[in-house]
């Protein structure tokens, strides 16, 4: 069977939106006169959207489902689905209806005029804390800065891609994904459309901080060595400072015949430089769990079930 577009959607606890996010989408991929499939992912959701996946996927016959073992992370989840579509290019969308599926049509436009990657830029975000809000914005500004790659900035997964572009992530093994990080560093010819990113309606987030935190540490971790640079010269910077005040010491003792006192400046002293060790090692701890996910070469996940 050829497909022209396959729509990639992770799933986490969205029985309350699927039926609406599937009918809008199934409505606009249907406007474009091209065949099509829609491959939800269940990332191991606790409510009941495997069922009203199951459900969908007996209503629509472009509906197919990968169904997970367990909850493996919404990148794992995009990445399943990535491995198995064969569309000739692929939408990466999420099913909380935060992004339009109808702007599904305007990224296919752009793809038709050439570019390998479209991918959603947003102008306002609807519903989300001041705090997601100014965490997000200087977050990608901040790796843009410390990275020799240029991820957009104030873009999320929402976009289309090539088939090119898709066997190029489905080739990168790393367990630790961070899919905008990839999909920048992979090149080709990208170009943006702005959308303004709509308030959740059902449920909520499956980002919580706990998620936000870690998300980042796969992108620095995933695309820098600035961290490692950093932690390098501290440890330069502060093994002169000890010289130097070794030196001090020693010239105050038997030259200068000076006795140094001061309990407190000793242990304010050992604290913080035991501080910027425990950075230092936390650092490449960071690193280290990469490599250690990455050598244990486990599969990313397990599919319980699938019709595909």
């Known amino acids: 069977m ?24 199934v409505a ?5 006169s091209q065949s099509f499939e829609i491959i939800l992912v269940n990332d191991g959701s606790k409510d009941n959207s495997l069922t009203v996946i199951k459900d969908l996927a007996k209503e629509y016959p472009q509906i197919k489902y990968i169904s997970f073992s367990r909850n493996f992370g919404h990148q794992i989840a995009v990445t399943a689905g990535l491995h198995k579509s064969i569309g000739d290019c692929t939408v990466i969308i999420d099913t909380d209806l935060q992004d339009p ?17 479209v991918y959603a830029r947003r102008i306002a975000r609807k519903g989300e804390t001041w705090f997601k809000r100014l965490t997000a914005k200087y977050f990608y500004r901040g790796l843009n ?8 900035l104030d873009t999320g997964d929402f976009r289309i891609i090539d088939r090119k572009v898709r066997e190029v992530l489905n080739n990168m093994p790393e367990s630790n994904k961070f899919i905008r990080g990839q999909v920048a560093w992979a090149g080709f010819r990208q ?3 702005e959308f303004i990113r709509e308030e959740r309606k059902h449920g909520q987030t499956g980002y919580p901080l706990r998620k936000m935190i870690r998300f980042a540490m796969n992108g620095i971790t995933g695309f820098s060595d600035f961290p490692l640079r950093f932690a390098s010269i501290l440890g330069f910077i502060f093994s002169i400072v000890a010289f130097l005040i070794i030196i001090y010491a020693l010239v105050s003792k038997f030259v ?28 490449l701890g960071e690193y280290i769990s990469r ?8 599969p990313l996940y397990v599919v319980d079930e699938s019709n595909i």
């Open 2 to 25: 050829t497909v022209q577009l396959s729509v990639v959607a992770p799933v986490f606890n969205e029985e309350s939106s699927l039926r609406e996010f599937c009918s809008r989408a």
């Open 28 to 32: 606009v991929l249907s406007s474009l």
């Open 101 to 117: 599926p109808e702007l599904i049509a305007d990224l296919y436009k752009k793809y038709r005029e050439g570019f390998e990657v």
């Open 145 to 152: 800065s410390i990275t020799s790659i240029n991820i957009p």
């Open 191 to 193: 170009v943006s459309v």
């Open 256 to 283: 200068l015949h000076q006795v140094i006192t001061g309990w407190t400046s000793v242990i304010i002293s050992s604290m913080f430089i035991g501080g910027i060790q425990l950075i230092t090692l936390g650092i």
């Open 291 to 298: 490599i250690n996910s990455d050598v244990r070469n486990r």
